[in-house]
């Protein structure tokens, strides 16, 4: 008994011990023909790993590449504890993740699901396979990584999302999606065409692994709520959280270690 006492205390103070390394990395899109910032997290061991599962954690609206980093300190520490990358992409101020085909300035689509996931797999000890990449994020990156994920399957194995506005069309005066989409009342297609909602049918069961997390005073709530009664429709596996919380930091600071424990129990069945 002392024993094991003994040999779970020296784990959690070694565990201590390890802190992450955090990078910021220059980036280069060619569809938009810029440079973009990324925040790049590896473990403390990372010299002496073999190739490691990354995942794309993604920014919200008006928010950038490094506001996991200054707003929800702490998640970092999973790089350690999983042995994994974990990569915070620059997704423009209200990019939706979208190749917009309003704005050729806006080609987020591939910049983060090809164009990034290059570079990453280039400069790093990575699993370059879909089952060693996940990708999640919080409100329009919750969006983002479900429409990239559903729409790349043959890049991410498993995406999640927290507060993610995955119906676009309630809102459609909100958040600059008009100026990515065109008017909701003059280009109708296309919104019905780019909300994550809308996309289910490029998922059969167990295609990819899902976790979907809001809370309950959440603004978006009733479309997650409208999302998870669709996936329980078609027979889609995915685990869906929900708990007392609003659309904010305080909330996403504890949903994104739920969010990462997900990704390292579905890295771990696809070893």
Known sequence: M?????????????????????????????????????????????????????????????????????????????????????????????????????????????????????FVDSKYKTIKDRKGRAITGLSMGGHGALYLAFKHQDVFGAAGSMSGGVDIRPFPNNWNMAKRLGKYSEEPDRWEKNTVINLLHLLTPNSISLIIDCGTEDFFFKVNENLHQELLYRNIPHDYLTRPGGHNWPYWTNAVQFQLLFMNNFFAKAR
């Open 2 to 118: 002392k024993k094991s006492l003994l040999s779970a205390f020296l784990f959690f103070v070694t565990l201590s011990l390890q802190a992450a390394i955090v990078d910021t990395v220059e980036t280069y899109s060619a569809s938009m023909k810029m440079k973009i910032k990324a925040v790049v997290i590896r473990p403390d061991n990372y010299e002496s790993q073999s190739p490691m599962p990354v995942v794309y954690l993604l920014h919200g609206y008006s928010d950038s590449y490094n506001g996991w980093i200054k707003k929800a300190n702490g998640f970092q520490k999973a790089a350690d504890l999983y042995n994994m990358i974990i990569v915070c992409p620059d997704g423009g101020f209200s990019s939706w993740y979208w190749d917009s085909p309003v704005d050729d300035n806006f080609k987020y689509e591939t910049y983060v699901s090809s164009e990034l996931v290059s």
